[in-house]
């Protein structure tokens, strides 16, 4: 599984060298992706939607973390 996540700094609102960074984390599927391309789409949407919210200029990074879930076939101590 694969979760979206997007870390935008605005070079606005920051004094001098500071930026004010914050995440996003995706609450359509908070649980994940099955594949990459689908976090990777999924990355595509939450940045357009940044876009609309955020005004310019700001810094987008993004990843899709791979996440591990447990599986009913895991021993439990």
């Known amino acids: ?11 606005v609102h920051g004094s001098g060298d500071e930026k004010s960074c ?3 984390h995706d ?3 908070p649980n994940g992706y099955i594949t ?3 976090c990777m ?3 595509h949407e939450m940045v ?15 990843k ?3 996440i591990f879930e ?3 076939n895991e021993i439990k101590y």
Do not use: H, N, Q
Request: aromatic content about 12%; glycine content about 2%; overall charge positive.
């Open 64 to 66: 899709c973390e791979k």
């Open 36 to 38: 990459i391309e689908k």
């Open 22 to 24: 914050f995440e996003l």
């Open 70 to 72: 447990r599986t009913k």
């Open 27 to 29: 609450l359509e599927a």
């Open 1 to 11: 599984m694969f979760k979206a996540l997007l870390l935008v700094c605005s070079l």
């Open 48 to 62: 357009d939607m940044t876009r609309v919210m955020i005004p310019f200029p700001y810094k987008v990074k993004y």
């Open 41 to 43: 789409g999924r990355i």
